[in-house]
DNA sequence: AATATACCTGACTGAAATAGTCAAGTATAA
DNA sequence: TTATACTTGACTATTTCAGTCAGGTATATT
């Protein structure tokens, strides 16, 4: 059970763009450099921010990226949607709706990832993008007390 | 982001034997049959319970495999740390302990990661296998409710 | 003692996802 | 005009998953 880069390189990315957000745009090359992330890998990310609306591009010389809106209307969870798929863990191996399903009340499946999924939902979705930025230094407390 | 057939096949595994707890040991044919498990995978799965401590087996005609100790005394969590690996989502790409992160102020995947990954295990852990049993029919209500 | 029934072990494989790379575009501010 | 940016799609090596196959060892029953 563990996350791809994606997620975690994706959410540094952004990262980047919440300390820059209403500086302008930052380029794929700044944030590469910063983060550390393969320039092209990261271009793919970015695309996929972009297309569900997180991020915004300029093109041409002093163009790049920036957050579509302020830092604290995303959330964690928002990022990782976009670029793991939807937070769905695992559900019944046989389709949903099939008679199987209904007549063997042993299958807990369904009822108990779906129960999991939503409490993994809530606590990704807590964390918005602003939260991150205080989570230098010692200032990480506030993320933990919640 | 999601769990492998393992963590789903082996919990559904762990609910057969908890639903028999008391009542001497399961063979791995009963176990694969109620719950529609390919046989030889859930022999995979079953012995790495075992070497953890989870379920005992007992040899010969008879035989088969029981919990180890009281359902009340597992939970989920348990379960899938021992099929799935750690529930270590994600670190810092590089190694943890290398200069590049203590100098990186920027490099924001440690700590976000290990408090996410607090939060998972409480969830998960919060779920012990009596709980499962309580899922059926309309008595889901006690999971929902915490 | 034989044997049927169980558990135990390791090697193997097809299919899919990851983690990138490579090449060639299109748009636009300077 | 052109340098710099974003955009798109195809390609690939590696790893993991999900499951199979073949055989081995232990033991309660007969």
Same mark, same amino acid.
């Given at each position: 059970?563990?996350?791809?880069?994606?997620?975690? *390189?994706?959410?540094?990315?952004? *990262?980047?763009?919440?300390?820059? &957000?209403?500086?302008?745009?930052?380029?794929?090359?700044?944030?590469?450099?910063?983060?550390?992330?393969?320039?092209? *890998?990261?271009?793919?990310?970015?695309?996929?921010? /972009? /297309?569900?609306?997180?991020?915004?591009?300029?093109?041409?010389?002093?163009?790049? &990226?920036?957050?579509?809106?302020?830092?604290?209307?995303?959330?964690?969870?928002?990022?990782?949607?976009?670029?793991?798929?939807?937070?769905?863990?695992?559900? +019944?191996?046989?389709?949903?709706?099939?008679?199987? +399903?209904?007549?063997?009340?042993? +299958?807990?499946?369904?009822?108990?990832?779906?129960?999991?999924? /939503? /409490?993994?939902?809530?606590?990704?979705?807590?964390?918005?993008?602003?939260?991150?930025?205080?989570?230098?230094?010692?200032?990480?407390?506030?993320?933990?007390?919640?």
């Amino acid at each position: 059970m563990k996350l791809s880069t994606r997620g975690n *390189y994706g959410l540094r990315a952004v *990262y980047e763009l919440t300390r820059h &957000y209403g500086q302008g745009p930052l380029t794929i090359r700044q944030i590469s450099e910063r983060q550390n992330i393969p320039l092209k *890998y990261l271009e793919q990310l970015l695309h996929r921010l /972009k /297309k569900s609306g997180i991020i915004e591009s300029v093109r041409g010389p002093t163009g790049g &990226y920036a957050l579509a809106d302020d830092p604290a209307n995303f959330s964690v969870g928002d990022i990782l949607r976009v670029l793991e798929g939807p937070l769905h863990l695992s559900g +019944c191996i046989r389709s949903h709706d099939s008679d199987h +399903c209904l007549r063997h009340e042993r +299958c807990i499946s369904n009822i108990l990832w779906s129960e999991i999924e /939503k /409490k993994f939902a809530e606590v990704l979705d807590d964390i918005s993008l602003t939260d991150l930025t205080k989570l230098d230094g010692n200032q990480k407390a506030k993320l933990m007390i919640r």
